[in-house]
């Protein structure tokens, strides 16, 4: 099934007397499993196709569909509802809120929905597991190194059972060596979840973990490879 599918998508941002265009006639369908890699020079849009892709921005023009769904019928409030099932985001710079434990970040999505709290902490703490932190669960993120910082991100990334997970940069504050920890961990959620990832990098090496890579130029998707 198509987790990710956008159809001739636009991002056009207006900066003063200039039209910038950030994403220009993307076409792009995801599925089931895959691991999508992002490529291009700084300011090729690959940040801007991701926050289409998960409904952080409307596209000036064109469909995106989250979960098989089309979007540009949904209220913002549905849209919310829609992103918040489905779509997990991870960050270059985590983005973890300082005063939480690493379980209390990851329970933090599920922080106003009206579920049980037991249960969301069971999964949670399943979760830290699930990345290699279980020890580390009631330490705050001053006290982890980057990778278990992002690692802590992609368990949060996944609390909601998210069917696609949008990460940006995300190995670019970590070295080279946890950098490919979290890849390996990000390929086995595809492998064993089906989570679909789509992540934007400049880094090779997570191009060479994934299963189809992208190149974006100038807003445009220019080239296309295949695992
Ligand atoms: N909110 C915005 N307002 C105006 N222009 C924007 C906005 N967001 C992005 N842009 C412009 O759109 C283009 C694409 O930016 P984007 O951040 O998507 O590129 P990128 O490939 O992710 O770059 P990087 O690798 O540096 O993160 C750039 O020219 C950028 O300046």
Redesign the pocket.
């Known amino acids: 099934m198509a987790t990710v599918q956008v159809e001739n998508a636009w991002k056009l ?1 207006q ?1 003063g007397d200039e039209v ?1 265009r ?2 220009v006639d993307v076409s792009l369908t995801a599925s089931e499993g895959e691991f999508v890699a992002l490529m ?10 991701l926050h289409l892709l998960g409904g952080l921005d409307r596209p000036t023009k064109g469909e995106v569909h989250i979960a098989g769904r089309p979007t540009s019928g949904l209220t913002e409030s549905q849209f919310a509802a829609l992103r918040h099932s489905t779509i997990g985001f991870i960050f270059q710079s985590y983005n973890l809120i300082p005063f939480l434990s690493a379980v209390e970040n990851v329970e933090l999505p599920l922080m106003f929905e009206p579920v049980d709290r037991a249960s969301v902490r069971r999964r949670a703490l399943d979760l830290l597991d699930l990345v290699g932190l279980g020890h580390r669960a009631s330490h705050r993120p001053g006290r982890m190194s980057g990778g278990e910082q992002q690692r802590t991100a992609i368990a949060r990334a996944l609390i909601g059972s998210p069917s696609v997970v949008l990460a ?2 995300p190995t670019a504050n970590l070295d080279q060596r946890t950098g490919e920890s979290v890849v390996a961990l990000l390929q086995d959620l595809c492998a064993r979840l089906g989570v679909t990832v789509v992540a ?1 990098t ?1 880094d090779p090496m997570v191009a060479g973990h994934a299963t189809r890579v992208l190149r ?1 130029s100038g ?1 445009r998707i220019t080239e296309e490879n295949h695992e």
């Open positions: 941002f900066v910038v950030a994403v291009g020079p700084s300011g090729s849009g690959k940040s801007t196709l940006d940069e934007s400049h974006m807003g």
